[in-house]
Each structure stands twice: as C-alpha cells, then as structure tokens.
C-alpha cells in the first residue's frame, strides 16, 4: 500500500509537466490548428529564465584575498554578489537564495513575448500548410532555441536549486500510520503540483469566464463565424500562443530544482507531451490534462523494481503501450472531439 | 589524404625490408596506413562536440589542441619538461610536424566510428584519439584495429575497454570501474564501517554494468551487503521513481553508478528525497558515486557536497607534472584542465613519445614501443602501459565533495591517492573477460 501510494505521489510530478506542456500543446492546435514541435524548446527557455535570473543575482564584483591561491598560485579573486552588498550579506543571500520564485516574475512576460514573436514572426506564414511542414518547421527552430541556448550555457546542466527553506523533503507516511520513511516525498515536487493544479486552473478559468476566453472558445468551434462578426480572431489566437508559451515557461522554470536545466530539456519532454496530447484527445484541454496525470503515474509505476523485473523494459515503452491501447479503444483520445484532426 | 597503394613493388620492397630486419623492427618496415607524407602527420581528435558531453568533449580538444602547440615546439611545452622519456623536443614527432582533424562523436556509437572512419580515410589520420563514454570508445577501438590505426582511448571507465573487448591497435590511459572499486572500498569501509547494505541504481550499459560489478564486488569484500542493484535506463531524466523506495529498503548507502547528465539528476534527485537527512539502520544515509568528473560534478551544486568517489587525475595534485600541465592550461585558457582533458593530453604525449622511440608511425612499432613502456612526470607517478591488456595502471585518487569550495573550480578535494599496488589485477581476471580475453595481433592496415 504505502509503496502504491509513493508511486501516485512520484508520478504527480512529472504528471504536472506533462499536462501543463500537453495544456499548451492543445492550446496551440484548438485555436491554430498548428502542431508545434517547438513547444518543448518554450518548456526550456522558461527553465532558462530561472537561470537567467539566478546569474544577474548572482553578478559580483572581484575582491583580492592575498591569503588564498587560484589554482595557478596567484592570490584569490573573491566575489561577492552585489545584492549582498546593498541589501546586506543575510538579505542579499536570501534574495538569491528565492531566485527561483522570482524568476516566475521574469518570466512570464518574456514567455508572452517569445510566444508572440514566433508566433507573428514565423508559424504565420505556415497556418494554410500541411502539418508536415508545420511539424518540421517548429521542429527546425525547436533545434535552433536549444544550440542558442546550448551557445550561451554551455551542454552541462547548471545547478537551480529551490530555496533552502523549500528543499529536503517530508515523511507522509507518519500521516497515514505508516513506518517512518516509508513514503518520502520533497516539498519542492509538492509545491510542483500545486503551482500546476493552480496554473491550469487559472488558464481554464481565463477561457471559461472572461469575454476574452467566450471569444478565444468561440474561435475554436468556428473561427469563420467569429470573424465574420467583426471580430479580429487572429489577434486573439496570437496571444493565445503567448499565453500557452507562458504556461510552459512556467512549467520549466519550477520544473529547475527537481532537475538541473540542460539546453535538452525540451526534447526530453516534447514527444511524451505530443502522445499525452493524443492519448487525451486532440483540441481538447482537460483530456490534456487528464493524460499527463494519468501518464505520469503509470510512468511512475512502470519504472518500480517490481514492474521492470516482470516485465523488462516496460518503464521505457509504457506510455507508448498505453497510446495504442487508447487509440484502439477509443481512436479520438480520452476526451477527443468529434471532427478534429480528422479531416 | 594519403591513400596507401599496394603495389607488387612495395611489397617485394617491404618483403625484402622485413627479412632483412631483426624480428622486433619488422613492422616498421612494411606499410602501413596513412603512412605520413610532405613533413606533415594528422592526428584525428575524435571527442563529442555536441550532445550532452559537449562541454567534455571541448575540454579534451584544448588539451588536444595544446598538445599540439607543444610537440610542434610552442608554448611552454607542458608536460613535455617533466615527462620522464626525453625524446620529445618540440619539433613534432619524428621530424614531422603534427597536425589534426576533429570529429564530432555525438557520444553515439555508429556517429563516433562515422567520424574516426571520415578522419583515417578522407584526412589520413594516422592515430585516433578522444571519447567520453565507454560504449564510443569500444566502437571507435574497433574501427582503428579494422582499419590498422593507433586509438588512444581518451575518457573512458568501463572494464571491458581493456578487458573483453581489448584490441592490439588501443591503448587506454584512463583508469576503470575495478580500479576505482578497489581504490573506493577501503575508504568507505574506514568512513562508514564494514556493516553496511548498499542499494545500485546503475546506468543500463556497458560502463554501468562493470562498474556495479567491481564497486559490488570490493565493497562486498569488505563486509558490505549488496542488497539491490537497479538498472536506470541511460536516457532516464527524473529518478525519483528509482530513488523512492530506497529508503523503505532496508539499505543504508546508495551508490549511484551513473556519470554525467545521469549522476547530476539521480544525486540532485536523491538529495531532494532527503536521503543524506535519514537515519537507516540506525546509522546515517550515505550516497556514493564511484566515478566522479569535475566538470560535470559542477551540475548537482552543492549537492555534492561530502560525498566519496573516484577520480582519475585532480588540478590540485602537487607534483611537479600536474602542476605544469595546470599552468600551461590554465594560462592559455583561464581555468584548470578536467581529468578527461587530462587523460587526452597525456595520451597524445605518449603516442608521439612511442612513435619516436619506435622510429616509425607503423602502428605495429608503436604499439611495441608503447606495450609494457614505464614513465613518470605525466601527474599520476610511476605509470606501466602493461603490455597483456594495454592499460596503464598507476595511482588512482579517492576524492570527496569539498564542503568549503573557494571557487567554482574547487568542487572536489582528494582524501587519498591509493597506490598502484592496492589497483592492480592480472590480466585474466573474471571481470576483464577471463582467460578468453585476447588482444588479437597488431594491424598495420594498408
């Protein structure tokens, strides 16, 4: 039982990107009609937000220390963050320390606008093409993002950590009558699925209960209609993209503590996201959301001891294993909409 | 490139050479592949520059690159000045100068033997070199010992490189799994006691395997219950599914058995768990990785911290080596070298050093030059190339996460350097491919 529900709560987590990277996803293709394949890159950047904005917190200035030696024997360069220095060493450290948090500031706007710009800029010009080609253009630039990344950063994964008052993690076992350790769960992972249920409950709400979203759910079901009331769709749909941006973005920059952010983080994720997308039906949101859940946690279960001896190899193919079982079962996905996609 | 074409007069030539030769000389007289033509030799560079060992693979070609610049006379030639063999002198090998190609591994095998094949055929490389994963440098081995050219193996830790999978044509500087297990266990028998059960989780490939085995087998040896060992799937991201039952295991030490963007996440993951917080046993949680690499280290921040593994070779080492090979690096780079830059730098040392004692780039020459060769001055101490696998044995260093750094550079700091009594192991050893281990015979190509 308790290694059940250890399994569950792993399985959360990851669960939360893939739904909020497959939220996007469909976003994207309800109201475009675009596969973007470069949506896993948009995971990243915001991942690189936080990194961003834990470098600029961290900018110094250079002190000699004649005491110590570089590793060349030449007296040591010690530097201290100029957040220390103006706000005082505790201060200082604690701003840096919410480096992660604040990053979600940062990045939100930035994710609207790299949205927007590839939006306008680039997967325009594809709307009346094949989905092959938009699938291969979003994949090109997807290689793009990363090598600019890969550019900047470097390919070594760069350390993100949560704040010290957030990380180690908590016994929920002892909640439930259980052995102590039986089920060790960190907060950061916690907060994870909370910030997740909280972002997708806000995106389903902005649609379901603004002006703006009856249009945007409007535009979806029949965009000519839409438009021949004199409404400008395509703007809307634009800052759609951004917004959809904006909700990987924020998936990636809370996604750094559990995992030091790479240039190739995206790509880690991209595929899986695209078969959560499908396996809970294409254009539609909450079977989205339903299959990055349900997704994450059979993917939990998959990689046990037990299940990978009874069956070698089925943590790596289980998400696939379940896709065609879905898709033979129910060819539209768990929540697919009659008529999309189907043309 | 130059091509090498038989004719019936260079083999009755070469024949003629070979009979009139003393047996040890015979292969420096027929030909060989990409035989080095115009006062010029190409050496082929062969690390990942892209993928997510890039990083690894740039730190060996400005090792490669400075190796370069002090066989053909530049800088302050390095480790040339404390080499114990004296037949570098800074005017390349044999004369002629050195240049070279690179190629892009990818850390994939097919893509690694791509790139070395292009190097040997279309720019007559005459040596291969490079590689930061074991599985690239079994390929690439196999490719130069089909193709008759020299690999010197650059960073690369599984048994079997040297041992099942050895060849006559490749030449491994880099220490192994088994080596960093015998160096490991002692001290982690001495820190953690003797009465410990130790949880693997192991990275599902060649390296992972032999590496499990030898740190299973040495710690076992010592008292140590192994009591699970987890294969990971080596494009696994997120380990939490592996790392949360550990604790309900009855296990009281993880050992991870993953190397780069592997071993950041799994420790990164492990931490986050809380595992180095908990009490298991009765007595505290430990996490081990055996392999240990600076520069990737750098990934997991401070979660490194306190914990014991293995290194190949370290900045901070004190010999007169070392610190040459630092300064010249540092000075032409800003930072200090990594063990993999270091391993690659040492390695194309060694090749022109064989090739100059060997008076020929026959590879048949330089191999005999290089089997069994005993030098000093390169920044682990008194090394052997022994001559029945091909694998250098020398000191081998345990390290452990500083707690303290000054630097970013300053992650790991070395608590003993093992001597090479305590690594070795003879040839036909079980885990090295037994008695069926074979180098094969010399290949010359051509």
């Known amino acids: 039982m308790d290694a059940l529900l250890l399994q569950i709560l792993n399985g959360l987590d990851k669960g939360s990107a893939y739904a909020l990277i497959a939220l996007g996803l469909t976003l994207i293709f309800g109201t475009l009609g675009v596969v973007n394949f470069a949506h896993g890159a948009l995971f990243m950047i915001g991942a690189f937000c936080a990194v961003f904005i834990q470098g600029v917190l961290n900018l110094s200035y250079e002190t000699v220390d004649e005491t110590q030696k570089d590793f060349l024997g030449n007296p040591l360069k010690v530097k201290t963050p100029h957040v220390e220095n103006w706000f005082g060493p505790e201060t200082g450290a604690a701003i840096i320390d919410w480096s992660v948090p604040l990053a979600i500031l940062f990045a939100i706007p930035v994710m609207i606008a790299v949205g927007v710009i590839m939006e306008r800029g680039l997967i325009k010009h594809f709307y009346k093409r094949p989905h092959a080609d938009q699938i291969l253009v979003t994949f090109g630039l997807a290689i793009v993002l990363q090598e600019v990344i890969k550019y900047f950063y470097g390919a070594n994964p760069i350390p993100t950590p949560a704040p010290s008052s957030l990380a180690g993690a908590f016994d929920f076992g002892v909640l439930f009558g259980f052995d102590p350790n039986a089920i060790i769960y960190p907060y950061w992972r916690m907060i994870y699925f909370v910030f997740a249920i909280a972002i997708i409950g806000a995106v389903f709400a902005f649609l379901q209960f603004t002006t703006y979203g009856m249009v945007v759910r409007a535009g979806m079901a029949d965009r000519e209609t839409v438009s021949m009331l004199g409404i400008n769709i395509d703007k809307r749909f634009t800052m759609m993209f951004g917004i959809a941006a904006a909700v990987a973005g924020l998936a990636g920059v809370m996604y750094t503590p559990i995992n030091p952010p790479n240039y190739h983080m995206g790509m880690d994720f991209l595929v899986l996201s695209f078969v959560v997308v499908v396996v809970g039906g294409m254009g539609s949101l909450p079977g989205a959301v339903l299959a990055g859940f349900l997704l994450g946690i059979l993917e939990s279960f998959a990689s046990t001891t037990w299940a990978t001896t009874t069956i070698p190899g089925i943590n790596q193919v289980i998400i696939y294993v379940v896709a065609i079982i879905v898709l033979l079962t129910r060819p539209r996905g768990l929540m697919g909409r009659k008529g999309v996609m189907e043309e | ?446």
Not at chain 2, 4 to 29: D, H, N, Q, Y
Not at chain 2, 266 to 281: C, H, I
Not at chain 2, 371 to 393: M, V
């Open chain 2, 1 to 446: 490139m130059s091509r090498i074409e038989l004719s019936r007069r260079s083999m009755l030539k070469a024949g003629a050479a070979g009979l009139a030769t003393p047996t040890v000389f015979a292969g420096a007289a027929w030909s060989f592949t990409n035989d080095p033509q115009g006062g010029a030799v190409t050496l082929g560079f062969n690390v990942p520059q892209t993928g997510p060992y890039a990083d690894e693979g740039a730190d060996e070609l400005r090792a490669y690159e400075l190796a370069v610049e002090h066989l053909n006379g530049g800088g302050d030639g390095g480790m040339i000045n404390t080499f114990s063999s004296k037949t570098l002198d800074g005017a390349g090998i044999l004369g002629q100068k050195v240049e070279f190609v690179t190629g892009d591994t990818q850390t994939k095998g097919d893509a690694a033997r791509a790139s070395a094949k292009s190097m040997i055929e279309k720019d007559g490389a005459i040596m291969i070199t490079g590689g930061s994963s074991s599985s690239t440098a079994i390929a690439v081995q196999g490719l130069c010992q089909e193709a008759g050219v020299i690999f010197m193996a650059g960073l690369t830790h599984s048994n079997d490189t040297t041992g099942k999978d050895r060849k006559a044509n490749g030449f491994r500087h880099f220490f192994n799994g088994y080596m960093s297990g015998a160096a490991l266990a002692p001290v982690l028998a001495n820190r953690y006691g003797t009465d410990r059960k130790a949880y693997h989780l192991t990275a599902d490939y060649t390296w992972g395997w032999t590496q499990q085995e030898s740190i299973a087998n040495s710690t076992e040896a010592l008292g140590w219950e192994t009591i699970n060992n987890v294969l990971t799937p080596l494009a696994s991201t997120d380990f939490s599914a592996y790392i949360a039952p550990v604790l309900n295991s009855g296990a009281d030490v993880l050992v991870l058995n993953h190397y780069g963007g592997n071993m950041v996440n799994s420790l990164t993951n492990a931490v986050q768990f809380g595992l180095r917080d908990r009490e298991a046993n009765g007595k505290n949680f430990e996490i081990v990785v055996p392999l240990y690499s600076r520069l990737m280290a750098r990934g997991a921040g401070e979660n490194v911290k306190g914990i014991f593994g293995s290194t190949n070779w370290h900045w901070s080492l004190p010999d007169d080596g070392s610190k040459a090979f630092v300064r010249s690096f540092g000075t032409k780079y800003g930072f200090p070298p990594s063990q993999a830059a270091h391993t690659c730098y040492v390695q194309t040392l060694l090749y022109a050093d064989a090739v100059n004692r060997a008076g020929s780039f026959n590879p048949c020459a330089v191999v005999e030059a290089l089997e069994g060769f005993q030098f000093d001055g390169l920044g682990n101490g008194p090394t052997l190339y022994r001559a029945d696998d091909h694998q250098c044995f020398k000191d081998v260093l345990v390290v452990q996460g500083k707690e303290n750094p000054t630097s970013e550079f300053d992650i790991l700091e070395v608590v003993e350097v093992t001597p090479r009594a305590q690594v070795e192991y003879p040839s036909d050893h079980p885990m090295f491919g037994g008695p069926e281990a074979s180098l094969g015979s010399c290949n010359p190509g051509a």
